[in-house]
């Protein structure tokens, strides 16, 4: 993996991403070319036609995105890979008919996209079927030594048993540091020279899974293969990157404290997320208004009760505010106002609220919040004070999720389907806490276009 603005980003992704590209510039210039053969046109360079080639290109790039084409699933899966497929080069060509519309000129004439859709289908097609088996090829993946035999190192173990895993372990070295659980693990003892024994072993990363570092930790080896060029890691770190959240069951305040994150360049995104929320926000009250009255007066006409409801949130560095949403549940969902968890086919939730809340209709006017300045586009789920309560006594580091605005969706949203219980409040701030530590204006754009595979798909929507 490598970083990009401070998210972690697969190399196969990444290369298929920029191949995929390529590929729609060639299905662009050559429907191009062939379109002029046709008509009997000169069809020149494709020097003279930049804007055009380059817009349709990375229109349908921006949808393969936001549709999940590089996810796990769409890697291992030739028929997830063909559906999203479909679906990004529909958005594209909606996006780009859009842009045509607004300004006329600087995308393919109607005849050139047809050929250049149905090209880019076939090309796209082509080069996972081909590169497929290459995805999986250890010759991709990164090989690691892992220093310990625990829990941690067995957690490791069965990350890298699954198939969309980017690396391989290459050994296991028991540091006595506690009960052994993997069975391969070499004893510490059985090996005379710790760093000579990673050279030998060819590994380009050594990470710590120890379960007591005290007296089990080698420094000396540890500077040694440092300095021979291979990365040494520690537990939390790498199962941040690997992850893509924050392990509640390996950091401590140390981690937080010493790594990085949490500062740079904050101010300048700040300002950014700020503006982008003021000018998103006003465009979006405006477009969505009729289909939030439309909605609202559905509800009234099926159940009893206000169409739209207000409940109090904690936000920003813990502050209270009230969100506006469409109401989904009867009125009477809660008695006395107590907060109760959301249920799977919750029978509180009318047939227009299951819709609604399925497209995420009733999400819209807390555009409201954003604009006040009490939410932001992208952010942690806002929580009602009683479960904060209740979740501060059970989970570390959740007060931590509250150093950002909360939004209307958000990392934990894109990645882990809707939960309603303890458990789920868990892994889902452990994602919070990776979107509060890597914050950057790349990973909000990154969000809000995932969150439309989210709202095509809603499969945790509850």
Same mark, same amino acid.
């Given at each position: ?8 980003? =697969?190399? =196969? ?34 020097? $003279?036609?930049?804007? =055009? ?78 590169? +497929? ?17 625990? =829990? ?17 372990? !290459? ?65 939390? !770190? ?8 924050? $392990? ?62 207000? @409940? ?33 086919? $919750? ?44 979740? @501060? ?30 458990? $789920? ?34 499969? +945790?929507?509850?």
């Amino acid at each position: 993996m490598f970083r990009l603005f401070k998210h972690y980003i =697969p190399y =196969p992704v990444f290369f298929l991403g920029l191949l995929d590209f390529c590929l729609l510039v060639f299905a662009a210039e050559t429907s191009w070319v062939f379109r002029a053969s046709q008509i009997g046109m000169d069809a020149g360079s494709i020097y $003279d036609r930049p804007f =055009p080639v380059l817009s349709f290109a990375l229109a349908l790039e921006v949808a393969l995105i936001a549709v999940g084409s590089y996810g796990a699933e769409a890697l291992q899966s030739l028929r997830f890979a063909a559906a999203r497929i479909l679906v990004a080069i529909s958005l594209g060509i909606i996006f780009l008919s859009i842009l045509a519309f607004l300004l006329p000129g600087i995308t393919l004439w109607r005849s050139i996209s047809l050929y250049a859709m149905l090209s880019s289908i076939f090309l796209l097609m082509a080069v996972r079927m081909l590169l +497929g088996a290459m995805l999986d090829m250890s010759v991709f993946k990164r090989h690691l030594l892992i220093l310990g035999a625990g =829990p941690k190192a067995n957690r490791i173990a069965e990350l890298s048993a699954k198939q969309e895993s980017g690396f391989i372990v !290459s050994g296991f070295v028991n540091m006595n540091d506690g009960p052994a659980i993997v069975a391969s693990a070499i004893n510490r003892s059985e090996i005379e020279d710790l760093p000579k024994h990673v050279i030998n072993l060819g590994v380009s990363e050594v990470v710590l899974a120890l379960e007591e570092r005290r007296n089990s930790l080698p420094v000396a080896d540890l500077l040694t293969i440092k300095t021979t060029g291979v990365h040494v890691n520690d537990m939390s !770190s790498f199962m941040e990157r690997e992850t893509g959240r924050v $392990d509640l069951d390996s950091v401590n305040p140390s981690w937080f404290i010493f790594s990085d994150g949490f500062s740079s360049g904050r101010r300048l995104s700040t300002i950014f997320k700020r503006s982008f929320d003021i000018v998103l926000s006003l465009l979006l009250l405006i477009l969505t208004g009729p289909i939030v009255l439309f909605f609202a007066a559905l509800i009234k006409l099926e159940s009893r009760g206000d169409a739209f409801f207000k @409940q109090e949130r904690v936000g920003l560095y813990g502050q209270r505010f009230n969100i506006l949403k469409l109401r989904s549940m009867r009125a009477d969902a809660e008695v006395a106002g107590k907060a109760m968890w959301a249920e799977e086919n $919750d029978p509180r939730i009318t047939r227009i609220g299951k819709f609604i809340r399925k497209v995420r209709i009733d999400e819209l006017p807390q555009s409201w919040s954003v604009l006040k300045g009490e939410m932001s586009f992208v952010g942690p789920r806002p929580e009602r004070p009683q479960f904060v309560e209740e979740l @501060q006594t059970r989970m570390p580091f959740y007060a931590e999720r509250h150093i950002v605005k909360p939004g209307i969706t958000g990392w934990a949203q894109i990645n882990y389907p809707y939960g309603a219980s303890i458990e $789920d409040s868990r892994h889902k701030l452990e994602y919070d806490l990776y979107y509060a530590k890597n914050y950057t204006p790349f990973l909000d754009i990154l969000i809000l276009l995932q969150t439309i595979r989210v709202i095509i798909w809603p499969d +945790g929507a509850r």
